[in-house]
């Protein structure tokens, strides 16, 4: 992937002027910090970046020019990426399994919080994460509700694992903190209540007070334009059944978004290479691009199409099978889209809001996948 050094006003000044045959992934600053202001300014306590969801240097140096300073990291290099880009910022490494090397590495480079949900884990970490001014985090799961996909199929302890896990990390003289992550892309904010409230029981059961909750990511972004998310009502929530279920025990709280913050910073344009018989649209980029995870958690149909004048096409809308460009067959967005039946071979599918899990899971697969970074004032 490149990254334009020219500033454009909008994706439709690029096209215009570029007709660009491969994708192009929009960027835009200013949304990004302005995300991460609402965060900041609304989530009652430590804000973080799950970095894993768009690692883009340009994207951590906007997020630490917004205010932000925690990063969720899952792997040296992460680690050793945002210490470069943000030396000082706390570094929370809540990625549960890990070999000894990485904990020697994380050790070494200072990082003080790290995540666990199983005893065999917590004995390496004892093995070498100094006591002092460390903290370890349980991490608990629920079944699964309200979420795209199930977060506690590969991690998590049960509640009762999470007490026995919790009184060891006390005894063993760590800070003792509590993570969950309810699920990717959740949009009811009742998926924090029942998680919160186990929490508060996951102390009463260990006889441990928790000196921080982390509430996860799992935030969600716009992807239809029927389910607009409501942040504000996902924070008082928290905010709410955090006193109710801890009350003078109340932990500090930390949150872990990366889809939440990033997501809308970016906009994705894929040209129309054909449409076989007025039916089927194949694009320039799909699942094994910029695409990746839509098959996992559903279509975007938050989407445009663009002409190579830079006009937007109004007709009326007709349901297309969208497919990418590799000769592999799972190379087809789920679903159906929405697209004007006016839309034409050369024209540009925009998506909005795709700055997660997309420019970090590109591949090159069938010798496509080469995609341009542009950075734009605006992303319509």
């Known amino acids: 992937m490149g990254l334009s050094k020219t500033i454009w006003a909008t994706p439709s000044e690029l096209l215009r002027t570029q007709q660009p045959e491969n994708p192009v992934m929009f960027f835009s600053p200013a949304v990004l910090q302005a995300t991460a202001k ?9 804000v973080t970046y799950a970095v894993k969801s768009n690692p883009d240097e340009m994207v951590i140096q906007n997020l630490v020019a917004a205010g932000i300073r925690g990063f969720d990291v899952a792997s040296p290099h992460e680690i050793a990426m945002v210490g470069r880009l943000a030396p000082g910022a706390a570094l929370h490494y809540n990625n549960p399994v890990r070999s000894r090397s990485e904990i020697a590495f994380a050790v070494a480079h200072g990082v003080k919080s790290y995540s666990v949900d199983s005893h065999s884990e917590l004995a390496k970490l004892a093995e070498q994460v100094p006591v002092e001014g460390c903290e370890i985090s349980v991490r608990f799961k629920l079944p699964v509700a309200g979420a795209a996909y199930n977060f506690g199929a590969k991690f998590g302890a049960t509640v009762e694992l999470a007490a026995e896990l919790l009184a060891e990390v006390a005894r063993l003289g ?3 903190s509590l993570t969950f992550h309810p699920g990717t892309q959740c949009t009811d904010p009742m998926a924090w209540d029942s998680y919160i409230r186990a929490a508060a029981d996951i102390c009463r059961v260990s006889g441990v007070k928790a000196r921080r909750l982390n509430v996860g990511g799992g935030f969600p972004s716009h992807r239809l334009n029927d389910v607009v998310p409501h942040l504000d ?3 008082a929530l928290i905010d709410r059944v955090s006193t109710e279920a801890f009350g003078a025990d109340r932990p500090q709280l930390v949150c872990e978004p990366g889809r939440g913050l990033v997501a809308e910073s970016m906009t994705l344009a894929a040209r129309i290479k054909a449409i076989r018989d007025d039916n089927h649209v194949f694009l320039n980029d799909g699942v094994y691009g910029g695409m990746t995870e839509l098959p996992m958690i559903g279509i975007i149909d938050r ?10 096409r109004s007709g009326e809308g007709r349901d297309r099978t969208c497919f990418g460009p590799t000769c592999d067959s799972v190379d087809r967005l789920p679903g159906e889209l929405t697209m004007p039946s ?3 071979e050369g024209d540009y599918l925009v998506l909005h809001g795709m700055g997660a899990y997309s420019t970090a899971t590109n591949t090159r697969f069938n010798g496509f996948g080469e995609m341009t970074i542009a950075t734009v004032l605006s992303l319509h």
Do not use: L, M
Request: glycine share 10%.
């Open 303 to 312: 989407a445009e199409v663009i002409s190579p004048d830079g006009i937007r």
């Open 342 to 344: 006016d839309a034409e």
């Open 174 to 176: 760590y800070i003792p």
């Open 233 to 235: 009502a996902i924070f």
């Open 38 to 46: 609402v965060f900041i300014e609304g989530f009652p306590g430590f």
